[in-house]
């Protein structure tokens, strides 16, 4: 019965689906999409072993939550007691009206047609629950293994009971084009951290979709980190739902040879004293390509909201191109908001001052650049996490 109900769900998303966007579609100016092909069909499902989870597996994590080209794994995942997980379809047995309420939001209000694609594409997905209450120490490790020359589509629907706390890592790995969606719920005092990583092939295409809604004195906190690809895209949305709701959203982009990495952001406030921070950070080198476009957008009854918006981009190469569009719509008088992009070049004055002390050129330009992106990577919570991509970006 759930299965089928997963099939009507994914049917309606079809339906709404009009292909792929084009240059045309604001959001989407700046990506390469005529080169791809065409959705036909999804990939027939595929196991993944334990050996391919191995390279990615993380230290003293509490439970894992594996995909393999669009497919839930339950037989390679597991989470500490107290928590549910459950494929899709079996969760529309016992979570059937939560879901089905989330999916119907989705239907009506997603302007993004990859997203869309990812409801009608989706292969099995995900569904986890924390009860209320439940504090996890340790990070649940989502790893995201991808092979198919199809289009790959993997969702998770993921609620947060009252009170509960958690912090999410998750690893993107290897190469096709991939359409991957989490959706997020987060009910009073709820606090969820999310970072993740691709280690994707030079020759991947790969759009990430994170969509949250939050509820009174809720936290989401969201890093990622990417080193692009021939095209990676995020896409987040956050819709702070009641009073005291706060999101961080933040990502580093170090983008080298052709690699492109654009990033979209939405967030909405929809209730008074609700707090957001965007920070994105891109650094490009030879003939990298990228692009940051985010709203705030403040509902006339948000008063008392505080929301700021900053991206940074630093320029290493004559032949890279970066471009930038923040922007704010505010309908309440009473808010706290900036927004802002800078675009900047490594000071000589900064690299003379290292080798007027010895330091060579192309050691003082790689100190400068750690300078840049260690703004973002030293607040991460999880060390392991953090250590790797410090000794990554050395």
Same mark, same amino acid.
């Given at each position: 019965?759930?299965?089928?109900?997963?099939?009507?769900?994914?049917?309606?998303?079809?339906?709404?689906?009009?292909?792929?966007?084009?240059?045309?579609?604001?959001?989407?100016?700046?990506?390469?999409?005529?080169?791809?092909?065409?959705?036909?069909?999804?990939?027939?499902?595929?196991?993944?072993?334990?050996?391919?989870?191995?390279?990615?597996?993380?230290?003293?994590?509490?439970?894992?939550?594996?995909?393999?080209?669009?497919?839930?794994?339950?037989?390679?995942?597991?989470?500490?007691?107290?928590?549910?997980?459950?494929?899709?379809?079996?969760?529309?047995?016992?979570?059937?009206?939560?879901?089905?309420?989330?999916?119907?939001?989705?239907?009506?209000?997603?302007?993004?047609?990859?997203?869309?694609?990812?409801?009608?594409?989706?292969?099995?997905?995900?569904? #986890?629950?924390?009860?209320?209450?439940? #504090?996890?120490?340790?990070?649940?490790?989502?790893?995201?293994? &991808?092979?198919?020359?199809?289009?790959?589509?993997?969702?998770?629907?993921? &609620?947060?009971?009252?009170?509960?706390?958690?912090?999410?890592?998750?690893?993107?790995?290897?190469?096709?084009?991939?359409?991957?969606?989490?959706?997020?719920?987060?009910?009073?005092?709820?606090?969820?951290?999310?970072?993740?990583?691709?280690?994707?092939?030079?020759?991947?295409?790969?759009?990430?979709?994170?969509?949250?809604?939050?509820?009174?004195?809720?936290?989401?906190?969201?890093?990622?980190?990417?080193?692009?690809?021939?095209?990676?895209?995020?896409?987040?949305?956050?819709?702070?739902?009641?009073?005291?709701?706060?999101?961080?959203? %933040?990502?580093?982009?170090?983008?080298?040879?052709?690699?492109?990495?654009?990033?979209?952001?939405? #967030?909405?406030?929809?209730?008074?004293?609700?707090?957001?921070?965007?920070?994105?950070? %891109?650094?490009?080198?030879?003939?990298?390509?990228?692009? =940051?476009?985010?709203?705030?957008?403040?509902?006339?009854?948000?008063?008392?909201?505080?929301?700021?918006?900053?991206?940074?981009?630093?320029?290493?190469?004559?032949?890279?191109?970066?471009?930038?569009?923040?922007?704010?719509?505010?309908?309440?008088?009473? #808010?706290?908001?900036?927004?802002?992009?800078?675009?900047?070049?490594?000071?000589?004055?900064?690299?003379?001052? =290292?080798?007027?002390?010895?330091?060579?050129?192309?050691?003082?330009?790689?100190?400068? =650049?750690?300078?840049?992106?260690?703004?973002?990577?030293?607040?991460?919570? =999880?060390?392991? &996490?953090?250590?790797?991509?410090?000794?990554?970006?050395?």
């Amino acid at each position: 019965m759930g299965h089928g109900l997963i099939d009507e769900v994914k049917k309606k998303f079809w339906d709404r689906f009009e292909g792929l966007p084009s240059s045309k579609h604001e959001a989407f100016r700046y990506l390469p999409l005529s080169k791809l092909a065409p959705p036909l069909q999804p990939p027939a499902e595929r196991k993944a072993s334990l050996a391919e989870l191995e390279p990615h597996l993380l230290p003293d994590s509490s439970g894992r939550i594996v995909f393999s080209d669009g497919y839930f794994s339950p037989e390679l995942s597991s989470l500490p007691k107290g928590c549910i997980l459950l494929s899709l379809g079996d969760a529309m047995k016992s979570f059937g009206l939560v879901l089905q309420n989330r999916f119907a939001k989705a239907l009506k209000e997603e302007t993004d047609p990859l997203a869309t694609l990812n409801g009608a594409f989706q292969g099995r997905g995900a569904f #986890v629950y924390l009860p209320p209450g439940l #504090v996890l120490e340790q990070p649940i490790q989502m790893i995201s293994l &991808f092979s198919s020359a199809q289009w790959m589509a993997e969702r998770v629907q993921l &609620f947060l009971g009252k009170g509960a706390e958690a912090k999410l890592i998750q690893t993107f790995a290897g190469s096709g084009t991939a359409v991957e969606l989490i959706d997020i719920v987060l009910e009073e005092r709820a606090r969820l951290s999310i970072q993740d990583r691709s280690h994707l092939q030079n020759e991947a295409v790969f759009f990430r979709n994170l969509r949250a809604s939050l509820k009174k004195n809720a936290h989401l906190d969201s890093f990622s980190f990417s080193e692009g690809s021939a095209l990676y895209r995020r896409s987040l949305s956050a819709t702070l739902l009641e009073e005291g709701a706060e999101v961080h959203l %933040k990502g580093l982009d170090n983008l080298t040879a052709s690699h492109q990495a654009h990033t979209h952001v939405h #967030v909405e406030h929809a209730a008074p004293h609700c707090l957001s921070r965007q920070h994105f950070k %891109k650094a490009l080198q030879e003939t990298a390509r990228s692009s =940051f476009e985010g709203k705030i957008y403040v509902h006339p009854v948000a008063q008392k909201t505080e929301a700021y918006q900053l991206n940074q981009n630093l320029i290493l190469s004559a032949d890279a191109a970066a471009h930038s569009k923040p922007n704010l719509e505010i309908f309440a008088d009473d #808010v706290k908001a900036s927004h802002g992009a800078t675009f900047s070049q490594l000071s000589p004055e900064e690299l003379f001052y =290292f080798q007027a002390r010895g330091i060579p050129a192309s050691e003082a330009k790689q100190l400068l =650049f750690r300078g840049f992106c260690s703004e973002l990577i030293d607040d991460l919570s =999880f060390a392991p &996490f953090r250590e790797a991509l410090q000794a990554r970006l050395r």
